[in-house]
């Protein structure tokens, strides 16, 4: 699987492309073409807000035409909000990332400037139109958030789960034994205490209190500092009732 290649049309503000860079490698895409920025390349003020993006991970290429941009590439989406008065395919950022992630080749994305989007002249070359669900009434995407938003979508679909520093836990899990000594303890302060009334109904009740503690799946620390709660609540009654009985 080939990663896509995202394509900034005309780009005006060099803040845009920083922050597109940004969010690229965030997302592990690498592959950045410029056409014809406004401002030229390279630009100071793209390296600033990539914030180590450029030119360490994201890596740029710059073309005179679009035609040159996507020489390449065998796959390509033109991302825009409008309709176009053109015979193209409409796809949603699902399909389309559905479509890249299948083909053998180099896909590209085209993305428009911030004064005007795409040109129909760079629509005409693209396999298929890419919109995204915008509001009808307020349509009108940051160039950075349009590519963000592809980006993300891209690294999802490439996900098997959550990363990985979240998916490791440091935390033991309890043992039934641990686990069922909790519960016994609980159980035993609550009779103290007249919860379980009447008598008959103390089978079901500690079943579904039961339920509810082999739901939470419990970690050692957790029932040792719960089974401390227990206890730090049945010798503060024991004092209230001292004190009352006093």
């Given at each position: 699987?080939?990663?896509?290649?995202?394509?900034?049309?005309?780009?005006?503000?060099?803040?845009?492309?920083?922050?597109?860079?940004?969010?690229?490698?965030?997302?592990?895409?690498?592959?950045?073409?410029?056409?014809?920025?406004?401002?030229?390349?390279?630009?100071?003020?793209?390296?600033?807000?990539?914030?180590?993006?450029?030119?360490?991970?994201?890596?740029?290429?710059?073309?005179?035409?679009?035609?040159?941009?996507?020489?390449?590439?065998?796959?390509?989406?033109?991302?825009?909000?409008?309709?176009?008065?053109?015979?193209?395919?409409?796809?949603?950022?699902?399909?389309?990332?559905?479509?890249?992630?299948?083909?053998?080749?180099?896909?590209a994305v085209l993305f428009g400037g911030e004064r005007a989007g795409?040109?129909?002249?760079?629509?005409?070359?693209?396999?298929?139109?890419?919109?995204?669900?915008?509001?009808?009434?307020?349509?009108?995407?940051?160039?950075?958030?349009?590519?963000?938003?592809?980006?993300?979508?891209?690294?999802?679909?490439?996900?098997?789960?959550?990363?990985?520093?979240?998916?490791?836990?440091?935390?033991?899990?309890?043992?039934?034994?641990?686990?069922?000594?909790?519960?016994?303890?609980?159980?035993?302060?609550?009779a103290r205490a007249g919860f379980f009334y009447p008598d008959a109904?103390?089978?079901?009740?500690?079943?579904?209190?039961?339920?509810?503690?082999?739901?939470?799946?419990?970690?050692?620390?957790?029932?040792?500092?719960?089974?401390?709660?227990?206890?730090?609540?049945?010798?503060?009654?024991?004092?209230?009732?001292?004190?009352?009985?006093?």
């Open positions: 699987m080939i990663p896509p290649a995202f394509i900034l049309v005309v780009p005006q503000l060099g803040e845009n492309i920083g922050a597109a860079a940004r969010v690229m490698a965030n997302f592990g895409l690498t592959d950045l073409r410029l056409v014809a920025p406004r401002d030229g390349w390279p630009n100071p003020t793209a390296e600033t807000m990539s914030a180590g993006a450029l030119p360490d991970v994201v890596t740029v290429s710059v073309f005179e035409r679009v035609e040159d941009a996507i020489a390449d590439c065998a796959l390509v989406f033109a991302t825009t909000a409008r309709p176009r008065e053109m015979e193209k395919p409409v796809v949603g950022a699902s399909e389309a990332i559905t479509r890249i992630r299948k083909t053998p080749a180099r896909a795409l040109p129909n002249e760079a629509v005409a070359l693209a396999d298929a139109i890419l919109s995204y669900p915008v509001n009808r009434t307020f349509a009108s995407l940051n160039l950075a958030q349009a590519v963000a938003l592809l980006a993300h979508g891209y690294a999802e679909a490439s996900a098997s789960g959550p990363p990985p520093g979240f998916m490791e836990s440091k935390e033991v899990p309890a043992t039934r034994e641990e686990l069922v000594g909790m519960m016994e303890h609980f159980e035993e302060e609550l109904k103390r089978a079901p009740m500690a079943q579904n209190l039961r339920n509810a503690f082999t739901r939470a799946g419990w970690t050692a620390q957790e029932v040792s500092t719960f089974r401390g709660a227990i206890k730090a609540l049945a010798v503060g009654r024991g004092k209230a009732r001292i004190k009352r009985e006093d």
